[in-house]
């Protein structure tokens, strides 16, 4: 996270209207030192610094000592409650090993979250009909007129699709 990162996202966590909980992973070893590391380095002090913002947030009275604010509408704006759940993960460098480790210790939590709530994690309803979906919208996308078979915002961008495509029409 930090500099590298879309500011609006972090401000999001930060100070959204949600609580939302994140996952921070850096890998102490850059697969691309530049400068002597100097970049990397950066993007470290981001990751730390973003956590422990997260942690601490801003009081109006910190506000206030820093900048000498009186403008109370801009006051408001600049505070933010900490005490935002977070994880750090720091890895010595990211590998294939462990990669797959991260992504078998994030399969295993959606796992117990299931169990927990009572939710099949991998029975995905959702993504089911999406796939069924898909097989109506494929051959549509080869069109030569204008599809006006689904809601107007789906025909619209399957026709602006069309509009726009490179590829030559297939035809049965």
Known sequence: PGTNGQHAFYQLIHQGTKLIPCDFIAPVETHNPIRDNLHHKILLANFLAQTEALMRGLTEEEVRQ??????ELLIYHKTFRGNRPTNSFVLPRL???????LTAAYEHKIFVQGQIWNINSY???????????AKVILPELDATQPVTAHDSSTNGLINFINKYRKWTPTTK
């Not at 590998?95 to 480790?101: K, R, V």
């Not at 029975?123 to 979906?133: A, N, R």
């Open 66 to 71: 820093s900048s000498n604010a009186n403008d």
């Open 95 to 101: 590998t294939p090993f462990i990669l797959g480790m």
């Open 123 to 133: 029975d995905q309803f959702g993504v089911e009909l999406g796939k069924q979906l």
